[in-house]
């Protein structure tokens, strides 16, 4: 199969020719196998053909890998943060460890040199 290519057509408005008894409208339905076993067609499909509001919380890390493989000149940063991934500011691990700290630890452990100090042994 080639990229562009028609592989299926879906049936028309119901009760149309082709639209089935019990149909709700125009829509595809596509599985795919490999050796004998259902697989997710998504995990293989191009996700940036949906529009981004389409994808499902189940979807966004791999609509995220495949924005990223079709332009990586893509601001990954507001991209994870617009599709909703975990994202920690901070260009290097002990900046993103700091940040992490500084929003998310109790009064207690807030300290990052405490944190770094008593993580590490």
Do not use: C
Not at 53 to 61: L, P
Not at 82 to 109: C, N, P, V, W
Request: aromatic share 14%.
């Amino acid at each position: 199969m080639k990229q562009g290519q028609v592989f299926a057509k879906s049936g028309g408005e119901p009760g149309t020719p082709g639209s089935g008894n019990i149909t709700t409208g125009p829509h595809l339905h596509m599985e795919v196998y490999l050796k004998e076993s259902v697989i997710d067609p998504l995990r293989y499909l191009d996700m940036t053909v949906f529009p981004e509001e389409w994808v499902t919380k189940k979807y966004r890390y791999k609509y995220y890998l495949d924005r990223l493989a079709r332009d990586p000149e893509t601001n990954w940063k507001d991209l994870k943060k617009s599709i909703g991934l975990f994202y920690i500011e901070g260009d290097t691990e002990i900046e993103r460890q700091q940040k992490l700290i500084e929003e998310y630890a109790g009064k207690d452990f807030s300290d990052w040199e405490t944190w770094a100090t008593y993580s590490i042994e």
